[in-house]
């Protein structure tokens, strides 16, 4: 006879876990004011930290997620670990922000398929992503793929004002 154990289908409950918040002397009110407030966090970086904006079907906020920190010049992304907080705060859009320790914000190719793997990903699930931006080490300077036209943004259902 079989025993109880083995049998045993363990019921799990899955929820987000609250991190210290990022402060600002500056009041946010919508992603780009975010993405001010993140780029003065991520320029002091000294290695590659990727994170994405949550945000509701108005483009506000809801959350940040640091998805990955990596090393000096790179940062594993996995679609897995990126959408997991998108889901779990029922988002409708996120942007995808990661720094470049070196001070070069240019793009690499590793980003440009990231970003399109991540839209791609994004679409399936119906949580759209409406930006990549990449935040220079020590400057702050930020490079927004959306603006550099190097997004597919044809398929894409919410926009929001920059």
Not at 29 to 50: G, I, N
Not at 120 to 148: P, Q, W, Y
Request: proline residues 6%; aromatic residues 4%; negative net charge.
């Amino acid at each position: 006879m079989p025993r109880k154990e083995e049998n045993e289908i363990k019921v799990v409950n899955i929820r987000l876990v609250k991190e210290p918040s990022l402060y600002s002397t500056e009041p946010v009110h919508s992603p780009d004011d975010v993405l001010k407030v993140l780029a003065e966090e991520l320029k002091t970086y000294d290695r590659e930290v990727f994170a994405i904006l949550n945000l509701k079907t108005n483009g506000k906020p809801i959350n940040l997620n640091i998805c990955s920190v990596g090393t000096l010049s790179e940062s594993m992304v996995s679609p897995r670990e990126v959408f997991k907080s998108s889901i779990l705060s029922n988002a409708a859009a996120f942007i995808a922000v990661h720094n470049h320790p070196s001070g070069n914000p240019q793009p690499s190719v590793e980003d440009k398929i990231v970003t399109k793997r991540l839209q791609e990903c994004g679409r399936l699930l119906n949580i759209n992503m409406m930006d990549h931006v990449i935040v220079a080490g020590e400057t702050g300077e930020i490079i927004s793929f959306k603006a550099e036209g190097l997004m597919d943004n044809s398929r894409n259902s919410m926009e929001w004002e920059r």
